[in-house]
T-cell receptor, first 111, second 112 residues
Framework: QQKVQQSPESLIVPEGGMASLNCTSSDRNVDYFWWYRQHSGKSPKMLMSIFSNGEKEEGRFTVHLNKASLHTSLHIRDSQPSDSALYLC???????????FGSGTQLTVMP | SVLLYQKPNRDICQSGTSLKIQCVADSQVVSMFWYQQFQEQSLMLMATANEGSEATYESGFTKDKFPISRPNLTFSTLTVNNARPGDSSIYFCSSRAGEEVFFGKGTRLTVV
């Protein structure tokens, strides 16, 4: 079983809609999380990181983390076609920078 | 932040041959990480390379198959030995700056 699991595998939202992506760690040592976006043929680019319980917002992107359940979620509001990409959640133990990636969510935003 | 430059961007090699992938950072970094990504799938951590010490490999990756050198704080090389079609994938180097982990642009390897 993968240590970091993402859902759904794929997601289609209309332009202007809200996209919600989920990620859970099955390893209690993996409690720091990053969200990356990877457009086809490109390298992963970090969107946000979250290490403490609660919520962080940057522009249209909001991440939540519940450390008790080791669950993080990424929400994209006012989704744009340019947001269409593979979204990867990565986790690591505090103090370790060896990221363990989930299998990704393929987001498609329909114009 | 840290910028990571990989060379080559892509390569095609024959089965049984070896290929070297270079990664250069624009500043000194303690650790460099190497990842493998098959088409549109997750990234798998292959190994961690610190300066002056042997790389540590994750399960499924070995030093004989994927030797890694880290001669200084800005440079690392990943070699793919005895390349097979199953090694065809994208290889990324990465490193940390602050709380962010950055990636090079990747090397797309095709083994024929």
């Amino acid at each position: 079983q993968q240590k970091v699991q993402q859902s759904p595998e794929s997601l289609i939202v209309p332009e202007g809609g809200m996209a919600s992506l989920n990620c859970t760690s099955s390893d209690r040592n993996v409690d720091y999380f990053w969200w990356y976006r990877q457009h086809s043929g490109k390298s992963p680019k970090m969107l946000m990181s979250i290490f403490s319980n609660g919520e962080k917002e940057e522009g249209r992107f909001t991440v939540h983390l519940n450390k008790a359940s080791l669950h993080t979620s990424l929400h994209i509001r006012d989704s744009q076609p340019s947001d269409s990409a593979l979204y990867l959640c990565a986790g690591a133990s505090s103090g370790s920078w060896q990221l363990i990636f989930g299998s990704g969510t393929q987001l498609t935003v329909m114009p | 932040s840290v910028l990571l430059y990989q060379k080559p961007n892509r390569d095609i090699c024959q089965s049984g041959t070896s290929l070297k992938i270079q990664c250069v950072a624009d500043s000194q970094v303690v650790s460099m990480f190497w990842y493998q990504q098959f088409q549109e799938q997750s990234l798998m951590l292959m190994a961690t390379a610190n300066e002056g010490s042997e790389a540590t490999y994750e399960s499924g990756f070995t030093k004989d198959k994927f030797p890694i050198s880290r001669p200084n704080l800005t440079f690392s090389t990943l070699t793919v030995n005895n390349a097979r079609p199953g090694d065809s994938s994208i290889y990324f180097c990465s490193s940390r700056a602050g709380e962010e982990v950055f990636f090079g642009k990747g090397t797309r390897l095709t083994v024929v």
